[in-house]
């Protein structure tokens, strides 16, 4: 595997590590913010349901309460002026009916319907919270008997100054509020309403009005408690649900909206995959960059492979050099290359001169050894007959020498002959000194 490779395949891992820590981290916070930001919405979004039915219920509870001002002179009222008068406000209010019960039993519906004979509203529960409170005041929501519709009173006392005459009221269906609770797409959400007891008046699901919330969801009404604002996690038939939720300061009741986590939180799996597909663009994009980039950075390198290359080929070209245009480790380093190859040019220029001259001299010494062989050989010959005379004078020497020997026998007999002559003159001239005398 070559040294580009090396680098290429490196710096693709790295940067794969880092665009996948890159993409998990980013993943991780955007889920975060987003879950933060979903949250945030949704309990904006539950406190305008709130507001919305607060405002609802006080206008009807103004009107209800204007109204019950209005009829202090009802004592002296006709009937058909006070139909007249309850017809207008349940028009004006969008009630089913208004009506009006008096302390002697009597009943007035803006209907116009007749009071059954048995029918005392002295004994409804509506005229005797009003009674006792001496307040404007509202009922729970229930069925209607005649309608089949969700539905709450709103009543209040009626009084001539101190005197308490009787006890308005309106019944209201809760058609508005449960399209409006039902007009709420948040998410996947949906609206629902429980009232002060926890019983649900509205929801998608018909099959739940009326019933209360323990029974269905006996775990969120445990963590619903008191609270009267907040967002809770739950569990219903297996799916996972948040529920963002404020108590109505004018009914006391819980408007809420309930959200699937998986349908909530499904754009962040879209997310999930722009984000992969992205990170794989950005780095099918870096590597061809890289690439590119290491191609330039290491042509210098590429340059340095070819002429090792081709010095190190049996035509090695001495004179081609390395570009060392740039400044950094690779133009040093073909820098230094280049002066390492012309002091290598200039060794083998050396060489070969040199290579002429010792061819010169091996020439001169061929031709110098030529002359010693056949100078070797007349000398061979020479020390060959000089070899035969020594022998032959040797010879020679050896019979002198014997002949030496026997001369010299006969010199000391000469010797000893001379002594004795000598001997025999000197008698001799002693005997004529003496005969002279």
Known sequence: MSFKTKITLTICALMFASLSIFGIFSYIDTKKNSVLQTESSLQMASRALTDYIDLWISTKKKGVESTAKSLKDIDVMAISDLIERLRDVSTMLGALDSYV??????????????KPAEYDPRARPWYIKAKETKKLGMTDAYLGATTQKMMVTIMAPVFNGTDFLGVFGIDIALDDLAKALGDINFN????????????????????????????????LAKQLGNKTEGLIDYTMNGSDKVLAFKISTETGWRPS????????????DTQ??????????????????????????????????????ELSSSEGDLRQRLEAKSHDEFGQVSHN????????HDIVKNSKSISSENASISEELSRT????????????????????EGISLTKSIEASVEKAKASQVVLIQTQKDIGAVKNKVEHLEN?????AS
């Open 337 to 344: 290359i280049n002066k390492f190859i012309e002091k290598l």
């Open 188 to 219: 996947g959400g949906y609206g629902t309403l429980q009232d002060t007891k926890g019983v649900i008046v509205a929801h998608p699901k018909k099959e739940f009005l009326g019933k209360d919330l323990a029974e269905i969801a006996p775990d």
């Open 272 to 309: 999930v995959k722009s984000l992969f597909f992205m990170g794989i663009m950005m780095l099918i994009l870096s590597l061809g960059i890289v690439i590119f980039v290491i191609k330039m950075l290491l042509k210098p390198l590429d340059r340095l492979n070819f002429i090792v290359q």
């Open 101 to 114: 019960g008096l302390e002697d039993g009597s009943m007035t519906w803006g209907s116009g319907k007749k």
């Open 257 to 268: 909206i309930t959200f699937d986590k998986s349908t909530a939180y499904a754009f962040l």
């Open 431 to 435: 005997t004529m000194q003496i005969t």
């Open 369 to 388: 050894a030529q002359e010693v062989v056949r100078n070797a050989d007349g000398e061979s010959r020479i020390v060959s007959n000089t070899k035969e």
